[in-house]
């Protein structure tokens, strides 16, 4: 911490807010220069063909020289360096390696690769959309952007992407091959027959009636509880928070809710468009952001609901396990949705879980925990 000099404050004017952007633009422009030079190793095949060259080499270019300047600015700026210095390393580095103008590497190589470029793609729009939101709108004025813990939750979310190869094969291949006896064609030939919105109006209430229940049932199975307690960890709710899962709990939510949609056979524009739908809704509900909604608040979860799901308080223990629809909780007798206030605190009452990915990885291995949450 102090190689950051917190003790310099982090207000306007003390080289932080120039550091911490230009740390973070030169590595979006430092990944994207990886991604330009090994393709083969850092980039998703089915994405590879649709990239926008020219568009992808300025963004590069803007992010790295940006990254450069106010790293430069922090550095004269903050007495501690190393936010500036790693600022300038980094674009520095990736200008050395060629620079936006680096040449486009093979793509033929090993079968396995790394979602880099899925990786990028995500933080840069999730963070574009969700820290202007936050800090505009912000529930907790007081926490900040990099407050505790939002290392873990970086590599968490960093981890599920680069390796979105294993998460999506794992996702979608058990389906297929343990319930492609239960498959229908008359029955999915009607599915798919039905407008689109009508399908993913569909897949949202399926897809949330099967996520409630593994949802429901990694809470009170004390082997499954292991895992997905690291996702309840979380002290400070914010839309990085939401990607504090472990590897399994991804696996096995994603692959079970996706049987039912797999066996009633829902078409695939409307599966994607609800991945796309999911990707930013799970996420919103765990955004700092104070937004009641009410006139939708009993209609499709909000922060504020799923807030409660992660409330410290007793009273708040198991409740409120849908994603998108609220109704699925009151209808299992599962809701607690008090009117109009916020959890005072957030995380787990028991035995604290150490922060960090690989110890969070691994703990539910090696640890024998006492009950059952
Ligand atoms: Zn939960
Ligand atoms: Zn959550």
């Not at 407050?147 to 680069?162: E, N």
């Not at 608040?297 to 504020?304: A, D």
């Amino acid at each position: 911490m102090s190689a950051l000099g917190r003790g310099e404050g982090t207000r306007f004017g003390s080289g932080w807010i120039s550091g911490a952007l230009g740390v973070t633009f030169a590595a979006l422009g430092a990944g994207g220069v990886l991604c330009l030079l090994f393709p083969w190793l850092l980039t998703t095949p089915d994405a590879r063909g649709h990239y926008p060259l020219g568009v992808v080499r300025f963004l590069i270019y803007a992010f790295l020289v940006t990254g450069f300047g106010l790293g430069a600015l922090s550095a004269i700026l903050r007495r501690a360096k190393t936010l500036g210095l790693t600022a300038l390393a980094l674009a520095t580095g990736a200008t050395l390696l060629g620079g936006s103008g680096a040449a486009v590497g093979d793509v033929d190589g090993a079968a396995g690769y790394l979602g880099l470029d899925w990786f990028l793609l995500n933080v840069l729009v999730l963070a574009l959309l969700f820290v202007p939101m936050e800090r505009l709108f912000a529930r907790l004025p007081s926490q900040p952007i990099f407050r505790p813990g939002w290392r873990t939750d970086l590599a968490h979310f960093a981890a599920s992407h680069l390796l979105v190869q294993v998460t999506v094969l794992l996702t979608l291949a058990p389906a297929a091959l343990f319930f492609a006896w239960a498959v229908r064609p008359g029955l999915q030939q009607a599915v798919q027959s039905q407008p689109l919105l009508v399908q993913l109006l569909e897949v949202v209430i399926v897809a949330d009636l099967a996520q409630y229940a593994v949802h429901r049932a990694f809470h009170h199975v004390p082997w499954l509880w292991r895992f997905h307690e690291i996702h309840h960890s979380a002290r400070a709710m914010d839309w990085l928070a939401s990607s504090r899962l472990h590897l399994l709990d991804i696996v096995l939510t994603r692959g079970l809710s996706f049987v039912p949609l797999y066996v009633l056979g829902f078409s695939a524009p409307a599966v994607y468009a609800y991945l796309v739908l999911v990707s930013f809704h799970a996420v919103f509900i765990h955004a700092n952001v104070r937004f009641r909604l009410r006139p939708i608040e009993e209609l499709v979860v909000t922060p504020r609901f799923h807030h409660w799901h992660h409330a410290a308080a007793p009273e708040a223990v198991d409740k409120n396990f849908a994603v998108h629809l609220p109704v699925i909780d009151r209808l299992f007798g599962t809701r607690h949705f008090p009117d109009g206030r916020w959890p005072d605190a957030y995380g787990l009452a028991g035995a604290p879980v150490p922060e960090g990915w690989l110890r969070q990885l691994v703990r539910p291995f090696t640890v024998r925990l006492p009950g059952v949450h």
